[in-house]
Structure formats: C-alpha cells, structure tokens
C-alpha cells in the first residue's frame, strides 16, 4: 500500500496534489437605516386626527386619514345606499362631539374631504377578500410551520452566499466526467453497448478510482475545505466519496430506458447485472437513481447536495468539529436560500433534498458491507483506495 511520511495512504497522496483554491467572496456591508413608521403610528406628537370629525384617526381609509368611526359610518352609507336629511340647512359643523347628530352634514363631509365611494366593497367583492385573507393566514401559519420546524429559511441569498455557491457549482462543473444521459451523440454516451457488458474486462480499479479523484478534486475546490484540519479532511473524504459517486451516477440516470451510466459511458440497466462486483455495487442505486429523477434537480443543487455530502459535521473521529460544523452551517444556509429563491412555490423541496442524504448514506453503508465481504473472498478485485474508504469508517 501506497504511504505518504504522515500515514494517509493514497487519500493523503491525493489531497498533497497541488489545488486549485478558490476565493470567498465577501458581502459589502450594508448601511442601516432607520425602519419607516407612518405618521398616523408615530404618536411622538399626539395621534393624527380624523379630517372628518377631529378624532383620533387609525390610518387611511377609503383614500383619508379617518376615525374609526367616520370610517364605518361612510361603509354602512355606501354599502345600504342610504339616503339623509339635514334639519339645519346642511350647515352643520361635524367634529367628534356633533358627528352623529346629523348624518347628512357627516356624510356630505366625508365627500368633501375626498372619501371614495367606489372603494366600498360590496357583498360579492367583501366575501372574496375575507376567503384572500383566509388563504393568506392559512399559508403564514403553514410557513410558520416551516420555520419553526427549519425547513424554510427567513433571508434571502447574500453576495458571500451568491460567490460560494458560484465556486461549488464551478468545482462540480470541472470534476464531473464527460457522460451525461442528454448525449445527442450515441456512440459517445454508449461505446460499443453490444460488445461491452457490465462485467467487463477491465479491472474494477480502471472504472472506480478515476471517479474517486474526480471527487478529491471537487473537495479541495470547495472554499473553506483546505482549511480544515488534515486528518479531518480525509476523514470527510473517506466517508462522503461512496455517497458522492452514487449521487454523480444518479444524476446520470436515463429514466426513458431505465438505465445508468457510469463513468466510462457504459449503460447499465437492471437486466446486465447477473454477477460480479460491480453488479453488487450498482444494483443499490437503482432506486435511489429513480426517486432523484422524479425531483428533477438542477445542476447547481446536485452540486450543493455533493458539498453537503461532504462537509458534514456530524462524521464520527473529526479532530475539529466545531470548525466543520462551522463551515457546514455557512454552506446549508447558502442552499437553502438559494431554495427559496428558485423554487419560492414549493418550500417542501428543500425538506425533500435532505431526505436523500440519509438514503445516500444508507447505500454507502450496505457498500461498506458488501466490500468487506468481497475483500474476504476476492480481495484481489478490489482496488486499493477502495479499500480504504472503508477500512476505519466501514459503517459510519
């Protein structure tokens, strides 16, 4: 086996291999401003009086700044049609102590001062806005829901969170291998299919360990990663590389044909794996491949799943947890209000990318045991990076 001076075997030697770092953005800071209040809530000089009577005014109602009251007494006008007569002459003087001596001098007032009788909802348009405002509480109470159970986030995408998700999504872009099931080219995306079959005669090495570098790659593209304390990143390695590779070859997934296609092009569908080690290995992701491409997901989110998959704080042995906890927080936030702000109609989404982390980590842990059976029997079938994926973390 292949050591390097600190005892890290081949994920050492990988994660040695000059990197590409990538820059963090930073957000400008933004200057605060005092939040606005309406005059007729800024009691600092006194409440707003109603231009009809002179009370106490609650805010604007039907185009004027009125009392409660006023406000009533012109709705039951206009709702009623009801008609007045004045004993005065129409001279009478309206404040909140004659308001309700004379109706039609308090209605013609409310006129005066630029009351808007077409803004009076009538029956019809009265039972439309009481159902709007019952979905709207309905769909608040159910966000509520949501936030308190954590599966929607309260703020936007800042420009720090824009810059990461940028730099994931460019990672993913540049170690993602070249087959992809849209392929407008036959022989590209399916070499030789007739000939080739799932046991193929190359050894399993040529096939896994490409897609393993590809993720070591991924990984020390991902800011904040290199950053972490050595043994912790091959740790994170070690214990996301199965969950990763499975989620690559299921963003693959054709689901017209029902068929997988793995890192050197081959199309695999259930009826090829009869046998062998890679049939045991490719058969678990079957389901999981279905299920991912029912939620039809971008790019850019199969690239923040992958991060996910990596920094993941909870991973037993870290030396500094705290500090991938840290970074594992910065990263969820980022995903989720990148989340919010593509799919605002579908809150549930979010909750549903989640979920495959655990099928994800379900899959790795039957390969875990797979593989220790297969070294027991064939070892000379597993290659050695393989290996060591699961040597110290089998079932983590």
């Not at 405002?133 to 159910?142: S, T």
């Not at 998700?165 to 099931?181: D, E, P």
């Not at 043994?231 to 969950?243: A, N, V």
């Not at 850019?300 to 870290?318: K, Q, S, W, Y």
Request: glycine share 6%; charged share 30%; aromatic share 6%.
């Amino acid at each position: 086996m292949l050591c390097n001076e600190e005892g890290d075997g081949l994920w050492g030697l990988l994660l040695q291999e000059e990197s590409l770092h990538v820059g963090e953005g930073r957000a400008d800071g933004e200057e605060k401003k005092s939040p606005y209040i309406p005059s007729y809530m800024d009691l600092s000089n006194g409440p707003e009086p109603c231009v009809v009577c002179g009370d106490a005014a609650t805010g604007y109602h039907y185009r004027c700044m009125t009392c409660e009251g006023c406000k009533g007494f012109f709705r039951r006008t206009i709702q009623k049609k009801l008609s007045y007569y004045c004993k005065w002459n129409e001279e009478c003087i309206i404040d909140k102590t004659t308001r309700n001596q004379c109706q039609q001098c308090r209605y013609k007032k409310c006129l005066n001062v630029g009351m808007a009788p077409d803004l009076v909802l009538n029956e019809s348009q009265r039972k439309a806005k009481r159902a709007l405002i019952q979905e709207n509480r309905e769909k608040r109470g159910r966000e509520e829901m949501l936030r308190q159970t954590g599966l929607i986030a309260n703020n936007q995408l800042t420009d720090h969170e824009e810059a990461l998700i940028r730099a994931i999504l460019v990672a993913h872009k540049q170690t993602s291998h070249m087959y992809r099931r849209e392929s407008s080219s036959g022989e590209e995306s399916e070499p030789d299919s007739k000939k080739q079959k799932l046991e193929d005669e190359k050894p399993l090495s040529e096939i896994m360990t490409p897609s393993i570098v590809k993720v070591v790659e991924f990984a020390k593209r991902i800011p904040g990663f290199t950053g972490l304390h050595h043994d912790d990143q091959i740790l994170l390695l070690k214990t996301c590389c199965m969950e990763i590779m499975c989620l690559r070859v299921a963003q693959k997934f054709d689901p017209d044909s029902q068929k997988l296609i793995l890192s050197n092009g081959l199309r695999v569908g259930k009826s090829d794996m009869d046998h062998g080690v890679l049939s045991e290995l490719i058969e678990p992701i079957f389901d999981f491949a279905v299920s991912m491409s029912r939620l039809q997901l971008t790019e850019t989110e199969m690239a923040l799943l992958a991060a996910v998959l990596l920094i993941a704080g909870d991973r037993p042995g870290l030396k500094e947890a705290k500090l991938v906890e840290t970074l594992q927080d910065s990263l969820l936030t980022a995903f989720q209000h990148f989340i919010n702000e593509s799919r605002p109609k579908t809150p549930v989404h979010w909750a549903k990318i989640l979920m495959k982390i655990t099928d994800l980590r379900t899959i790795s842990a039957r390969h875990a045991e797979r593989i220790m059976c297969i070294k027991l029997d064939r070892p000379n079938e597993i290659p050695q990076i393989f290996l060591e994926m699961f040597d110290d973390n089998a079932l983590v």
